[in-house]
């Protein structure tokens, strides 16, 4: 019997700029649905890819000097490599620059045209190149664009137009018909609402920008970028080429995954554009919520944008992966910090999932020379317990409510430590021996909840889960429904290599690294622009380069690795400076020392101490080396 196919999507991502934590959140939730539902027996496409196209992607490529596929290229590398580093399991990349994408967007315009709905006219309008979109002057909010708040310009040119307000019912009978096509249901209302206001006909068409799809039939137009990146949907699928095998196995799309800012392209346009070119419409838009940071919202000129490499590396991607769908109630915005991340991963990760996995594992291994138990048990409270686990983990997933499942596989880490705390499996083997039936008992129940909990987590947690699994003695497999179901645990086999899933995090030792190097213009948390880019001479200049002789030196309290310096740059007064060498050199040591200081730095706060400038070190596998100068020249002598 043919499996249902379940197609889901990401939005595809602009490539003016390197992939932050929105990005990331949006790629990760939709693999972990699209695991769960390999997992539940459904075959399963899901695609992601890049938006190359459009007038701000144009002008970033200006401003760095380069062609904008180059500029793609190179952020498309970075968005490989993420997708690596974090597991995701994507069938399919598409970026809007491939020939079977062309292909596919003229295809689309050619049914518009057939169809009556396409016609050339002029445009008169406000363009905001931060998203992409013109906006009608009543509109505007003071001045700027209404959903961003970005600068736009007049714009007035010819243009081709998509007649979409002959949408409008059309549009609204289909809301009405089917309740679940855009959830929540608070962005549902929001979408029938904006409809509801009428629709005017969309232009879609460029003359005055060269970087885009060239117009079919009049190439001194592009296609208009919004209307190019929502046919990737279908082109990816082969819609427009020959083999329309994909297309015609997995469209209409289950579940398009988008940011709440995208929705009206999503739920508005990208359904009419289907409707009249007589296609079917996707089932369902998911519009969720943003990250802010600190409970301000991200972007590049507040300089806060979550780029979480530093935390990857670190933590590994699953501490990510689950902090992303713990923390966010889906559809609800939430907010970034270091501190709810490390809370979060001690907590829940460390101690939770940890503890409880490496206790039970502990004496199972004591008990019954690294095996698990000869025999399995069938009743019990904490089956009763694993079971409900598992209906409400089904449901709470199948309504892609993360937070929900995910706690209630924590309720069943909970109740594995209870269960083992009550029946003390260290007293019965004091009281009846290794040879007891009843520890036995206790510990294949223990072996399989946490078995299903590692199942369970697997979506979310591909990593951890294998390597739970592996020290439950069961080779990683993909896992099937079968494996939801409780008994699934061998008797009597090898149990797997130990090891501490997640050790637990040195808070502090984190803060005083993380803030050191906020510090360094190339630090790990610095938001990366122009990547890759050479640095001109002017640029280097800019940087304020000088030689300091070291007064004070003492230890910050509470810290490892932070001293607090005073450093003589020849300005008539002491400099205080924060640096993260502490674990390689005695403070008292550094005192008449010359070193190298970076004078000109945005001062920053690290554990409380002001850092007025950065000094200047080789890093060896993280560990710190002074730079220092041959002779002993006057402090403040600029250093080329
Ligand atoms: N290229 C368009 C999408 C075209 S889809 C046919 C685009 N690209 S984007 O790179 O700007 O944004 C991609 C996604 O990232 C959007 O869903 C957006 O909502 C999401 N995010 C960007 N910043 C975000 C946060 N701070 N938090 C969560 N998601 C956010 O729009």
Redesign the pocket.
């Known amino acids: 019997m043919a499996r249902d196919t379940f197609y889901i999507t ?5 490539v003016n700029d390197l992939p ?4 990331i ?2 790629t990760v939730v939709a693999d972990t649905v699209a695991r769960y539902k390999r997992m539940r027996g459904f075959d399963v496409r899901f695609l992601t890819g890049t ?1 190359e196209h459009g007038q701000k992607m144009d002008r970033t490529a200006k401003q760095q000097g380069l062609p904008p596929k180059a500029l793609a290229d190179r952020v498309v590398s970075r968005y490989h490599e993420l997708w690596r580093t974090l597991s995701i399991t994507n069938d399919d990349f598409i970026r809007t620059t491939e020939p079977r994408h062309h292909a596919g967007v003229h295809a689309l315009i050619a049914l518009l045209k057939a169809k009556g709905d396409i016609y050339k006219g002029s445009y008169e309008g406000w363009y905001c190149a931060g998203c ?1 979109a013109f906006f009608p002057e009543s509109q505007l909010v003071d001045g700027k664009c209404p959903d961003q708040g970005h600068p736009v310009e007049m714009l007035k040119e010819e243009s081709y137009f998509f007649r979409l307000s002959a949408y409008q019912e059309p549009l609204l009978r289909f809301y009405r018909e089917n309740p679940e096509c855009i959830r929540p249901a608070s962005r549902y209302n929001e979408v029938v609402r904006f409809v509801e206001m009428g629709l005017k006909d969309l232009s879609i068409s460029r003359v005055s920008l060269k970087w885009g799809i060239p117009w079919p039939g009049d190439p001194e137009h592009v296609v208009y970028v ?1 209307l190019d ?2 046919a ?2 279908i082109t990816a699928l082969g819609f427009g080429s020959a083999d329309q095998t994909l297309y015609r196995r997995y469209w209409p799309a289950t579940l398009h ?6 929705l009206r ?2 739920c508005v346009y990208w359904p009419a554009f289907l409707m009249s070119a007589d296609l079917p419409l996707p089932e369902q838009v998911f519009g ?5 940071r600190d409970e301000r ?2 972007s590049k000129s507040l300089g806060n944008v979550v780029r979480p490499d530093y935390l990857i590396e670190r933590f590994g991607p699953d501490a990510l992966r689950y902090f992303l769908l713990r923390e966010m109630t889906f559809g609800q915005d939430a907010s970034f910090s270091d501190e709810g991340f490390l809370g979060r991963y001690n907590a829940d990760l460390a101690n939770g999932l940890g503890n409880a996995s490496s206790r039970v594992l502990a004496m199972a291994r004591r008990y019954f020379d690294g095996k698990t138990p000869p025999e399995p048990c069938e009743e019990s409270p904490l089956r009763d317990v694993a079971e409900g686990a598992v209906r409400r983990y089904i449901e709470a997933m199948d309504d892609y409510e993360f937070q929900r499942a995910l706690e209630g596989i924590w309720e069943l880490l909970t109740a594995v430590d209870g269960y083992v705390n009550e029946k003390a499996p260290w007293a019965i083997v004091k009281a009846e021996g290794v040879t007891s039936l009843r520890v036995g008992r206790v510990l294949y129940n223990c072996l399989e909840a946490l078995r299903l909990a590692a199942v369970m987590v697997g979506p979310v947690m591909p990593g951890t889960a294998a390597r739970l699994l592996a020290q439950l003695g069961i080779t990683p497999a993909v896992a099937t429904e079968n494996a939801l179901r409780w008994g699934g645990l061998a008797v009597n086999r090898m149990l797997g290599e130990e090891g501490a899933l997640f050790p637990r995090a040195d808070v502090e030792a984190f803060f005083a690294e993380v803030n050191v190097d906020e510090s360094k213009p190339d630090g790990a948390t610095a938001p990366a622009t122009a990547e890759g880019d050479l640095l001109g001479i002017e640029e280097f200049a800019r940087m304020k380069l000088v030689v300091g002789q070291v007064m004070v030196a003492e230890r910050v309290p509470k810290s490892k690795k932070l001293v607090r310096l005073e450093v003589d740059l020849g300005e008539g007064s002491l400099r205080q400076l924060v640096a993260g060498i502490g674990a390689q050199y005695e403070p008292e040591r550094l005192i008449g020392r010359r070193i190298v200081v970076v004078a000109n730095l945005k001062p920053a706060v690290l554990m409380g101490v002001e850092s007025r400038g950065m000094l200047l070190a080789a890093s060896v596998e993280g560990a710190p080396y002074l730079l220092s100068v041959d002779a002993d020249v006057p402090p403040g002598t600029g250093v080329k």
């Open positions: 990401t939005p595809i991502y602009y932050h934590i929105g990005h959140y949006t938006d992409e919004w990146a929502l990737n949907y995954f988008v940011g709440k800012d995208i392209f999503h969720h919520g943003w990250w802010l919202k991200m």
